[in-house]
């Protein structure tokens, strides 16, 4: 995948509020990187959402975690192009 692609979808997430994402470095030097760095970015990210989403209201989530952070991971995958992690 483009390093563009991963980076800006870092910067969705971490915008978001994933501390995983906002501690992982940006990618620079590199045209390409492995498609394995964003499904572990998202993995990551989804995992940190539903703890930190895990008091709300069944009525307030999707996939166990909150609307906002449902919509931050699935904006980072499509920029990415991922459709499974």
């Keep these: 995948m483009k390093a563009a692609d991963y980076n800006q979808a870092r ?12 501690k992982s470095h940006p990618v620079h030097g590199k045209t390409d990187v492995p498609v394995s760095y ?13 703890q930190t989403d895990k008091k709300l209201p069944p009525k307030d989530k999707k996939s166990d ?8 991971i ?8 991922i459709d499974t992690w």
């Design 65 to 72: 975690m909150s609307i906002a952070h449902y919509n931050a």
């Design 38 to 50: 964003g499904t572990s970015l998202l993995a990551a990210a989804r995992d940190e959402f539903r």
């Design 74 to 81: 699935h904006s980072a995958a499509k920029t990415m192009g």
């Design 11 to 22: 910067s969705t997430l971490a915008k978001a509020g994933s501390q995983t994402a906002a």
